[in-house]
């Protein structure tokens, strides 16, 4: 088994390209495991009470055009 110690002493090795490839992949994983984790917690209704204010927002016109 790999420490995390080890792992930061060879992506400190890495070349610029295999750091940029590195980088990029964590990249990916994180936002997989955000959406994955987003998506649980919609099927689970945890955000329902944020969509009901923001809907109640906009039928009020509080909302701000970007």
Known sequence: MTTVSE???AILGLSEAD???LRRWLLDQD???WE???NEDVRAG???DLAAEA???KVRGDLKDL
């Open 36 to 38: 994955r984790e987003f």
């Open 7 to 9: 792992l930061q002493e």
């Open 31 to 33: 936002w997989e495991r």
């Open 55 to 57: 809907l109640e927002a």
């Open 19 to 21: 750091y940029s490839k």
């Open 46 to 48: 945890k955000l329902d």
